[in-house]
Each structure stands twice: as structure tokens, then as C-alpha cells.
């Protein structure tokens, strides 16, 4: 019987590929022969947890490393664990029919309409049923988790469960953007792959691919610290001209344009725009990271205990908002609301001192 796969994550990016249909992956070419030491030894571990920036290729990685298990044919040209998209494992895992492989996401909820904020225990228990059945391919039954940052506490105690009793040819993979977040007794049980973004002109490729210029796709990877699948969705969902409003706010500082600001946040507060407020929150606390170093550097002192505080309060509303059920719009104008307050008391501090 066919384990099918929930829905895409949240945080797959509009018209891009889903990492399952992804065959190219740069940058981490160390990481993939880690992957296929073990595997020519015989030797690989029942549990990883893959770690590193959003966007740098954490989830693609694991589905790489799932289509060399399941039996795809190997094709060096597609990299170290490429294979052929033409194989018929492959393409059952491009559409996410093939038995063997079960992908657990956060999955998009019906009744709300959203993307749910967590894993669920029913959703990890799904694990247990799926590693009891036997095979129907080369012997191996692969689970991906993607992300594990998002287990509720329910879900990574069950979790645990199946990490004590490893399924024989079971491999489970954890695809993990903030580790600190997971029980150590998980993390102890697992191996551990870090990868970092790779070089940034691979971003930079990345967002042309997507259709940006040169010059815009310069920035996105710089917005983006080198991170392709960051690069992607800067370039691919309004994330360039999201910055542009976000520098023209700064720039008028310590002003703030109510109408200007009221139409952004209602606009961004809308259902379909999910996608399009998380990336300008993201890039807001960029901007305000940004400007807490230049402060720093420069060892200017005034302002920078203002910033740092607002850089706080924003994180802690940007926290709040799916957690607590917040209106966005009413966020966002708060949010701008501390920035200009901020710029205000720096004025304020300059000119007494």
C-alpha cells in the first residue's frame, strides 16, 4: 500500500520545486560523502538530524539521500548521491507515491485554512505504524521530518519512542533549522550533519533561476547570507520590492507615513499573503540586525540600547503572531510603531549629549 505524503511544508517557496523533485545541490558535497561512506560500509545510522540555515539545502539533502537508498540508479553528473531523474524511484518520489517513504511536515489544517504551527503526536505515532510494514522496495523504509523544530512536546517524546527501538534498514531523518529547540535526549540518539550556506554566487544563480536580473539577484543572496532556497524566495515572492519598503521606512525615520504604513500591514494581513508577511518580518528584523551593527561598529552607544530593545519587542511579536492568533495587520503597524519610537529616543540621546 502506497504511504502517500502530507502537504508541502509552510515554508515551500511559490514556484519553486519541492526539495523531493530537486537534483541538483550545491555547496555541500562533504556532506553527501558522509552519507555515502556509511552507506558503502554498511554502517549508516539509524537516526540523523541535518542541520543548518533555512534555505541552505537541509531537505533536499535528505531526499537525495532517499533516492540513493531506495534504489535510483546513480548518475555522477547530478553530484555526489545524484542520481537519475528518469529512474522510476525517482519519479515516484518527485510525486510522492513511493512506498517506502513517508514525509511527516506540519501539514496545512482544513478547518482553518493555515498551515498548522506544529507536528503533532498523531502524526509522529503514523511513524511507528509505517516501519512495521514490510518493504516493498530494496528493504529500506525511510521517514523525513522537515522540520523538527516544530514538535510539539507530545510529538518528540513519541518520537523518542521510536529512536529507542530502531526499525531494522529504518532510517529516520530530521531536518532541523534550530536544534537547541529538541530534546537532548533525541539529539543524543542521532548523528549529527551540520551544513552551512554554501558559496554566495550559488545563491546568486539561484535567484536568477527563479528570473531576477543580475544586480537583483546580487541582493538577494546578500539579504539572503547565502542561503539558495533564501535567495529563491527573496527574488521569487516579492522579497526585493518588500526591502524597498522596508529601506524607504528607515530612510525617513524618524517619520512614519501612518498611511503608508496602515496600507502595507493591510495588505500583508490578508490570508494570501502568508508567505509575503513572513518574508517581510524576516527581512524587517534583517534591517534592524543591521542597523545594531553599524551602531556597534562605529561604537556609537546612543541608540543602540533603543534598537536592541525594539530588535527584542518585534522578535517577540513576530513570535506571538501564529502562536497567540494575532490580528497581522495590528502587528505590523506595532512593530513599525517601536522602530520609529526608537529612532525618536536615538534623536533625542544625540542631541543631549
Not at 504511504?3 to 556532506?31: M, S, Y
Not at 526591502?243 to 490570508?271: V, Y
Not at 533625542?348 to 549629549?353: P, R, T
Amino acid at each position: 500500500m502506497t504511504q502517500p505524503f502530507e502537504d508541502c511544508p509552510p515554508d515551500k517557496i511559490e514556484n519553486c520545486p519541492h526539495p523531493r523533485a530537486v537534483h541538483q545541490l550545491f555547496g555541500h558535497e562533504t556532506a553527501e560523502r558522509a552519507f555515502l561512506s556509511a552507506m558503502n560500509r554498511n554502517q549508516l545510522h539509524h537516526a540523523w538530524i541535518i542541520t543548518g540555515p533555512k534555505g541552505c539545502g537541509k531537505a533536499s539533502l535528505a531526499y537525495r539521500v532517499a533516492r540513493r537508498l531506495l534504489g535510483a540508479a546513480s548518475d555522477p553528473d547530478n553530484g555526489v548521491l545524484g542520481v537519475r531523474e528518469d529512474d522510476p524511484a525517482s519519479r515516484q518520489i518527485a510525486a510522492g507515491s513511493n512506498p517506502d517513504l513517508m514525509a511527516i511536515t506540519n501539514g496545512w489544517n482544513q478547518k482553518t485554512k493555515k498551515w498548522r504551527s506544529e507536528i503533532s503526536i498523531e502524526q509522529i505515532r503514523k511513524i511507528s505504524h509505517f516501519f512495521a510494514n514490510r518493504a516493498a522496495g530494496n528493504g529500506w523504509r525511510i521517514c523525513i521530518i522537515d522540520c523538527a523544530d516544530d514538535l510539539n512536546h507530545n510529538a518528540a517524546n513519541a518520537l523518542l519512542k521510536t529512536l529507542e527501538e530502531p526499525p531494522e534498514q529504518g532510517l529516520l531523518m530530521l531536518v532541523c533549522h534550530r536544534p537547541g529547540r529538541l530534546l537532548p535526549t533525541i539529539t543524543s540518539r542521532c548523528r549529527h550533519l551540520a551544513l552551512r550556506n554554501p558559496d554566495t554566487s550559488i545563491a546568486k544563480n539561484v535567484a536568477m533561476d527563479c528570473g531576477a536580473n543580475e544586480a537583483d539577484s546580487i541582493l538577494a543572496a546578500k539579504l539572503a547570507y547565502g542561503s539558495p532556497g533564501r535567495a529563491a524566495e527573496i527574488a521569487n515572492g516579492q522579497g526585493l520590492e518588500l526591502w524597498a519598503e522596508i529601506t524607504q521606512t528607515f530612510d525617513g525615520l524618524p517619520i512614519l507615513d501612518q498611511s503608508k504604513t496602515h496600507g502595507l500591514a493591510n495588505r500583508l494581513a490578508i490570508k494570501s499573503a502568508e508567505q509575503s508577511r513572513n518574508l517581510f518580518l524576516d527581512l524587517l528584523q534583517l534591517r534592524l540586525e543591521q542597523e545594531i551593527k553599524a551602531y556597534a561598529k562605529k561604537q556609537q552607544m546612543y541608540g543602540l540600547d533603543a534598537w536592541l530593545q525594539v530588535q527584542t519587542e518585534n522578535q517577540n511579536l513576530q513570535n506571538s503572531l501564529t502562536r497567540l492568533n494575532l490580528d497581522p495587520a495590528m502587528v505590523i503597524v506595532q512593530m513599525l510603531g517601536n522602530i520609529r519610537k526608537a529612532a525618536v529616543s536615538m534623536q533625542i540621546e544625540m542631541a543631549s549629549s
